[in-house]
C-alpha cells in the first residue's frame, strides 16, 4: 500500500507541474498574440481572469452524497442559502439584559407632529 501511494503522490505532482507549463505556455501565446496583433490589453487580462475562475465541479448535499450534475449543484446551494436566511439564533440573555438598560431619548425634546399644510 506505501508503494501505491507513493507511486500515486509522485505521479500527481508530476501532473500538476504538466499542467502548470501548459497553463504558463498558453497565457504566454495568448499574451503574444494580443501584443502582436496590437489588441488592447483590458480584453487580454479580463480573458485571462476568466480562465482562472473556479469552478464547482462537485459538492455534497445535506445527506452527504456527492452531486456532480449542474442542476443538482445549484439546488444544493440554492437549499443552504435558504435554511441559512430562514433560520433564527436565539438572542442570548445578556444581550437582552444590556438591551433592558439602555436608556432612549435622555434629555430630548418633545418635537412637534409635522403635516402637510
Not at 456527492?66 to 443552504?80: P, W
Request: charged share 30%.
Amino acid at each position: 500500500m506505501n508503494r501505491d501511494y507513493t507511486e500515486y503522490s509522485s505521479l500527481n505532482r508530476a501532473l500538476i507541474k504538466a499542467l502548470r507549463k501548459h497553463r504558463i505556455a498558453y497565457h504566454t501565446n495568448f499574451m503574444n498574440k494580443t501584443i502582436e496583433s496590437n489588441k488592447n490589453l483590458k480584453i487580454l487580462r479580463t480573458k485571462l481572469e476568466a480562465s482562472r475562475r473556479t469552478k464547482i465541479i462537485q459538492l455534497k448535499n445535506v445527506d452527504g452524497d456527492i452531486v456532480t450534475n449542474k442542476t443538482e449543484i445549484i439546488r444544493v446551494i440554492e437549499g443552504f442559502y435558504e435554511e441559512l436566511y430562514r433560520s433564527e439564533l436565539p438572542i442570548p440573555p445578556d444581550v437582552e439584559e444590556h438591551n433592558r438598560n439602555i436608556d432612549t431619548n435622555v434629555n430630548s425634546e418633545e418635537m412637534p407632529e409635522i403635516t402637510a399644510e
